[in-house]
């Protein structure tokens, strides 16, 4: 217990260790993977609680040569479902609170938890949440049993460890309770997080042991409620510094919701066999349309996931700036079918220098766990959702510390589009976005086809505010607020649009971001000449380009305005444009309160109104 006396904790917090059965603290991370094996020698282990008065195991974690691999006993609990977060406390919320969805106060089941805990052997872990320069001391009680998922909080945020500190020094101001049995007992299976903000700790109650809605997007939440409170944004994107065969360099950060291409932004352009690119696959006729690139940009990754851009970090180059929120990657490899597919990360994760946590992966004891070979759901299909933890350190030519924003791309999911079939992916391969229209993609949010991220949901659906909505504990509007300032005080960082999976009706997966990617590096950022842009059929996609060329080679028209595909066409386009237009008014009129600054209330009302791009340019102008 002599550990305890580095901490600064609350009385509450205090008690509840001193009462329960036993308490570890890690000192390294490499102890965490030891614990969630049950010890030195063993190769597998059975996480299980005693539920309604009979033992449910939730998950399974087999110890591999190249790490701890978890699987979970439900199809249910292998992707993070988007309505488990509840907000317990009275402040601002459009979240819904405890008390009207239970219909019971939060304060009784805050008690009974505290008890179980009480009744358990512990494991505290003290992190940085959004790391250790810009971070917020953050807590960890969970149960023992459940150190696997410990461990994965442990690559995901700044680990501490807790001898470096005198006495009393660390002072959690975020707390995670664990505690898993209770999404039986009182929420039907269902994964469920309560948030409560406390006037002087912010609480999270992990009702799950998926860390993607607690360790992952519990944290994120913590992070957005600080920079509400301070006037700043953590965005919902990956990044990586571009570098073409000449040397020059830029960075792209790419934003959207889960499944919108922020981990892929990140990886090399995915080739055939013989070596060729496969741009899109015509889904009618079959046909395939390549092109060659002897020499692809080199890439530098920055952030996968989620940004701080914090205001001490924001200098005088009137472009966004940014730094890495994490300590380490929740990479989903669904993507990955096959060795050979994507060879950086297949290395280190067959062979990392030290163990990693792998979760929907088929893992056999002693054996090496391979990152194409994902756990079978039990309709007999792959888990869509396969994730590897991937500490940063381990990634060649990470960039650490800030960065300055180039490009802005918004990614989306998009179902093909047919004259017979309209939908809404009409989106060509790259749009030029004025910032007035980027700030309302990122309002809309479209969630967007077949996401392998979440629970899957009906028809076109938002994913809130800045594609971070559902991790959100304030209120949307005041994002809206942020994000539409944080635009206009960036004036040199440029918007793009891309798809991914589908362009008309062509599959094109995610090499829509790939070749957005290698061409605007060539280009040597985002500036086009008036001339070189055309406004797209849809005026809620900015302006189309006229053409594109990489190394000499042209992409199709077709793949750059799809209303000239002969599949799509003018009709098929126009009933797709129209889907998208009913979604963005549903989508942007929730903004539209007292609440909304007088600028975005303009930006609205251009969009309901059919505002052209000029319209658009007009209120916010861009630079050519």
Known sequence: MSD????????????????????????????????????????????????????????????????????????????????????????????PRFKEKFNSDFANLRADTFEWLKKQELLIMPFYAGGEEYGTEALLVAPLNAAFFACGLASLQHFVNIDEYAGDEFKPKVVIYLAPPYRHTHFDGKQIVVHNRLEEM???????????????????????????????????????????????????????????????????????????IAVGQNLTTMQKFYISLAEPCQLRPIADDMALCHPKMQNDSQKLVIQDAEDGWFLRVDNIPEYGTEPIYEKICTHPSEPLVFINLDGVPNATCLIWEHTMDSTGKPCPNPRVIMPRRLIPDVVNGPVEVDVRSFGVRTPPCTAARPTYGIIGLMHILPPALAWLWRLAAPRGHNNPSIIQTEGMTS??????????????????????????????????????????????????????????????????KPEHLVPARSNLLGLSL??????????????????????????????GAEMLKEFFNAEISKYNTSELSPLGKQIINCCLTDGSVEDYLRLVPMRF
């Open 4 to 95: 305890l006396s580095k901490f600064n904790f609350t009385q509450e917090i205090s008690e509840l260790l001193a009462k329960c059965k036993k308490v570890i603290v890690p000192k390294k991370r490499e102890e965490l993977v030891t614990l969630a094996l049950g010890g030195d020698d063993a190769l597998s282990f059975d996480v299980s609680y005693e539920t309604k008065g009979k033992p449910f195991k939730e998950a399974t974690v087999v110890r591999c040569k190249n790490g701890a691999v978890v699987n979970y006993t439900e199809d249910y609990m292998r992707r993070r479902d988007p309505d488990c977060l509840i907000v317990a406390d009275d402040l601002p919320t459009d979240k």
């Open 202 to 276: 912010y609480e999270m109650f992990s009702y799950n042991l998926y860390p993607g809605p607690s360790a992952k997007k519990g944290v994120y939440g913590v992070l957005l409620n600080i920079g509400e409170k301070e006037d700043w944004v953590t965005v919902h994107a990956s990044a990586v510094k571009v570098i073409t065969p000449y040397e020059n360099e830029i960075v792209i950060m790419h934003e959207g919701a889960s499944g919108g291409g922020k981990s892929e932004m990140g990886e090399q352009i995915h080739r055939e066999p013989d070596g060729k």
């Open 546 to 575: 006229e053409n594109m060329k990489i190394d000499g080679q042209y992409i199709p028209k077709a793949f750059l305005q799809p209303e000239i595909q002969a599949e799509v066409g003018i009709e098929g386009y126009d009933k």
């Open 463 to 528: 994913e809130g505010i800045g594609s971070y909505g559902p991790f959100l504990t304030g209120k949307a509007v005041t994002h809206a607020n942020l994000i539409l300032k944080q635009i206009i005080n960036s004036p040199a960082t440029r918007y793009v649009l891309i798809p991914n999976q589908h362009i008309g009706c062509n599959k094109v997966g995610f090499m829509p971001q790939w070749i957005a990617r290698e061409y605007i590096a060539r280009r040597g950022s985002a500036k086009f």
